[in-house]
């Protein structure tokens, strides 16, 4: 079984900075593709960043020059390190990994989501 668990969330004003993690746990044998996803109040979800296996990242244009994704490959961790924040960052934010298990293949798998609210 495979899990992923966020952590880092919380208050901040208006500026401010915050590092979310993500730690995938199990029976993995590869992951690929590890991402940020985050759904505002009355939003759809949206993909923030994603950082594949060999170290090609995406950003979002709303968060480019402000969020930075990285991986601890012998942790099976990624962090989203998040500065010059904006109320209009407030969302829960969910880590997605494309992990292969030999039990279930190549599958995606999902965090419980953390919460980041930003103050005005």
């Known amino acids: 079984q495979v899990q992923l668990v966020e952590s880092g969330g919380g208050l901040v004003q208006t500026g401010g900075s915050l590092t979310l993690s993500c730690v995938a746990s199990?029976?993995?044998?590869?992951?690929?593709?590890m991402d940020w996803y985050r759904r505002a109040p009355g939003k759809q979800r949206e993909l923030v960043a994603s950082?594949?296996?060999?170290?090609?990242?995406y950003y979002a244009d709303s968060v480019k020059g402000r969020f930075t994704i990285s991986r601890d490959f012998a942790k099976n961790t990624e962090y989203l390190q998040m500065t010059s924040l904006k109320p209009e960052d407030t969302a829960v934010y969910y880590c997605n990994a494309n992990i292969y298990t030999f039990a279930h293949g190549l599958r995606d798998y999902w965090g419980q989501g953390t919460q980041v609210t930003v103050s005005s």
């Open positions: 950082t594949s296996r060999g170290g090609t990242t």
């Open positions: 199990g029976s993995i044998e590869t992951i690929n593709t």
